[in-house]
């Protein structure tokens, strides 16, 4: 059975940095990205990054990009989102998924959640001010 967990959370002051992970297991299942979410308390999950595995090409909301950035290691099926200049605002639970619609697919985006299949816990991620 597919399973993504993430881990790498935590407490963290402003400014600071984490490096999340999250690793695919029971991988049956085709995956051509993997996105990185965000929900926090009161507001809807947002959408942070993703990355392909073919390539390691990447795209970021523009809340995050220049502080964040993602990799993967191919041969660990894991894939990781490093969190830098850490923000109050970047609290929440970070979610990552896995995604196989063809991006050509009319109305395909990295940011769609609908496009992603599989999805792990949750981590939590909380940054002091």
């Known amino acids: 059975q597919a399973q993504l967990v993430e881990s790498g959370g935590g407490l963290v002051q402003a400014g600071g940095s984490l490096r999340l992970s999250c690793a695919a297991s029971g991988y049956t299942f085709r995956s051509d990205y993997m996105g990185w979410f965000r929900q926090a308390p009161g507001k809807e999950r947002e959408w942070v990054g993703a990355?392909?595995?073919?390539?390691?090409?990447?795209w970021f909301a523009d809340s995050v990009k220049g502080r964040f950035t993602i990799s993967r290691d191919n041969n660990k099926s894991t894939v990781y989102l490093q969190m830098n200049s850490l923000k109050p605002e970047d609290t929440g639970v970070y979610y990552c998924?896995?995604?196989?619609?063809?991006?050509?697919?009319?109305?395909?985006?990295?940011?769609?959640?609908?496009?992603?299949?599989?999805w792990g816990q949750g981590t939590q991620v909380t940054v002091s001010s």
């Open positions: 998924a896995s995604g196989a619609v063809p991006e050509w697919t009319p109305g395909w985006t990295p940011w769609t959640p609908n496009f992603y299949d599989y």
């Open positions: 990355i392909r595995w073919i390539g390691g090409d990447t």
